[in-house]
Nanobody
């Protein structure tokens, strides 16, 4: 199983970016998909998560600006980021709790990071 993240880049403050995270491989089911971010010298923090049933969680820092969505048929999650601020600049990582075919339990997979740069 692999997670492939895409969509990072550089924008000015107030701009928008859309990230995508596609899961592939021998997948039986995906429970939660989400995004975390890590800025230099800081701990990795949750940005958004979405369950297979559509339950969504955001920290207060991104509420109203970021929107997570999911296409279950494509095993893909998206993160629409609007009104980006310099403090949003970080490496963004997608993750998913995936039950592989032939496995009884899900485990957490991580995609490669994608850089989001926001200039003021």
């Amino acid at each position: 199983v692999q997670l492939q993240a895409s969509g990072g880049g550089s924008v000015q403050a107030g701009g928008s970016l859309r990230l995508a995270c596609a899961a592939s491989g021998s997948i039986f089911s995906i429970a939660v998909m989400g995004w975390h971010r890590q800025a230099p010298g800081q701990e990795r923090e949750l940005v958004a998560s979405i369950t297979s049933g559509g339950i969504i969680n955001y920290p207060d820092s991104v509420k109203g600006r970021f929107t997570i969505s999911r296409d279950n048929a494509k095993n893909t999650a998206y993160l629409q980021m609007n009104n980006l601020k310099p403090e949003d600049m970080a490496v963004y990582y997608c993750n998913a709790d995936i039950r592989e075919r032939g496995s009884s339990w899900p485990r957490t997979f991580w995609g490669q990071g994608t850089q989001v740069t926001v200039s003021s």
